[in-house]
C-alpha cells in the first residue's frame, strides 16, 4: 500500500493564481480530510469529507473548495491564489468516522504564494 | 482563546533522560486524545490515542490525560535521538464530523 499521497510536493504560484492539490489514498478510508499548517498555528482543517459525494467544511474553508468523486481522491482547489494561503498543506485519510482517531497523513505540499 | 494550548518549546535533553510534554485544552466535550509525532518535512504519524481519561503505555511512551484539569501528557523514558521531532497533541469530541483540534506541536530534540 502507497498509503496517502499527494502532489506535487512544492508549488509556487502568483496572486489570483488558480490550482488543485491532489490527494489520494489506497486504504479504501472513508474520512478524508484536509490541513494546513502554519507557524506557530498548528493544524488547522480546511475541509473533510465522510465519504463519496459528502463534504463539509471545517476551521478555515474560505479559499478554498473540494469535492469528493471516489472513495480513493480528495483534491483540493484553490480558486484565486492569496499571499496568506502560503503554508504546507496535508491531506489525512481514517477508516472509520467515528472512531478517526488514527489519522493516515501524507507527506504535504508546499505551497508558496507571491 | 485557542481550543488547545502547548509550549512550543524548543526543548532540548541529554540522550537518555524523561521528557514530559504536555497540552492543555478548553472544551469539556474532548473524549479522544492523541499525540502525534512529526519528523522535519514530514506528515505527522500518529504515536499514541487515549479515550477519556486515564493512562496508556505503549513501550518508552506513557501518555496521561486529566479532564479534571483539562490536561494531557507525554512521557518518553529513556529518550534517544531518534525521538527528535515535533510532537503535537490533537483532541476531539468524537461527534459526527469529528473535527480534530491541534496543538501548535513542541519541538524535542535528544542530544547524544
Known amino acids: 500500500n502507497a498509503g496517502v499521497t499527494q502532489t506535487p510536493k512544492f508549488q509556487v504560484l502568483k496572486t489570483g493564481q488558480s490550482m488543485t492539490l491532489q490527494c489520494a489514498q489506497d486504504?479504501?478510508?472513508?474520512?478524508m480530510s484536509w490541513y494546513r499548517q502554519d507557524p506557530g498555528m498548528g493544524l488547522r482543517l480546511i475541509h473533510y469529507?465522510?465519504?463519496?459525494?459528502?463534504?463539509d467544511q471545517g476551521e478555515v474553508p474560505n479559499g478554498y473548495n473540494v469535492s469528493r468523486s471516489t472513495t480513493e481522491d480528495f483534491p483540493l482547489r484553490l480558486l484565486s491564489a492569496a499571499p496568506s494561503q502560503t503554508s504546507v498543506y496535508f491531506c489525512?485519510?481514517?477508516?472509520?468516522?467515528?472512531?478517526?482517531?488514527?489519522?493516515?497523513f501524507g507527506p504535504g505540499t508546499r505551497l508558496t504564494v507571491t | 482563546q485557542k481550543e488547545v494550548e502547548q509550549d512550543p518549546g524548543p526543548l532540548s535533553v541529554p540522550e537518555g533522560a524523561i521528557v514530559s510534554l504536555n497540552c492543555t485544552y478548553s472544551?469539556?466535550?474532548?473524549?479522544?486524545f492523541m499525540w502525534y509525532r512529526q519528523y522535519s518535512r514530514k506528515g505527522p504519524e500518529l504515536l499514541m490515542y487515549?479515550?477519556?481519561?486515564g493512562n496508556k503505555e505503549d513501550g518508552r511512551f506513557t501518555a496521561q490525560v486529566d479532564k479534571s484539569s483539562k490536561y494531557i501528557s507525554l512521557f518518553i523514558r529513556d529518550s534517544q535521538p531518534s525521538d527528535s521531532a515535533t510532537y503535537l497533541c490533537?483532541?476531539?469530541?468524537?461527534?459526527?464530523?469529528?473535527?480534530?483540534?491541534f496543538g501548535t506541536g513542541t519541538s524535542l530534540t535528544v542530544i547524544p
Open positions: 489525512a485519510s481514517s477508516r472509520y468516522r467515528l472512531s478517526s482517531y488514527e489519522q493516515y
Open positions: 490533537a483532541m476531539s469530541a468524537g461527534n459526527t464530523g469529528n473535527q480534530f483540534y
Open positions: 472544551n469539556s466535550a474532548f473524549q479522544y
Open positions: 487515549t479515550y477519556s481519561s
Open positions: 469529507s465522510v465519504g463519496a459525494g459528502i463534504t
Open positions: 486504504m479504501n478510508h472513508e474520512y
